[in-house]
Nanobody, 118 residues
Framework: QVQLVESGGGLVQPGGSLRLSCATSGFTFSSYAMSWYRQAPGKTRELVAALNSAGSRQNFADSVKGRFSISRDNAKNTVYLQMNSLKAEDTAVYYC???????????WGQGTQVTVSS
């Protein structure tokens, strides 16, 4: 059974940083690209960042390019999202899933809330 457990969210001031983690189990993590999504109130879930299985290719939404980075630790079955220079419009619930351009799994974790506010 696939499990995706996001953590690391919180309240941060504009310009601040957060590092999100997603611990996974139930599938062969090292064989999958991994990605981060976010969903703001009243909006559809959007792909924020993706990283291929080898960690050699990345893709980012235009809105976060230059501010966010994605990384993975295959030994820990964990993917990370480093978020810098946060803006109010980054406020959302953040989720991880497998896949590079689309979610590989239909089940999602509980997400982690990121709120950027002064």
């Amino acid at each position: 059974q696939v499990q995706l457990v996001e953590s690391g969210g919180g309240l941060v001031q504009p310009g601040g940083s957060l590092r999100l983690s997603c611990a996974t189990s139930g599938f062969t993590f090292s064989s999958y690209a991994m990605s981060w999504y976010r969903q703001a109130p009243g909006k559809t879930r959007e792909l924020v960042a993706a990283l291929n299985s080898a960690g050699s290719r990345q893709n980012f939404a235009d809105s976060v390019k230059g501010r966010f980075s994605i990384s993975r630790d295959n030994a820990k079955n964990t993917v990370y999202l480093q978020m810098n220079s946060l803006k109010a419009e980054d406020t959302a619930v953040y989720y991880c899933n497998a896949g590079y351009t689309a979610a590989a799994f239909t089940s999602w974790g509980q997400g982690t809330q990121v709120t950027v506010s002064s």
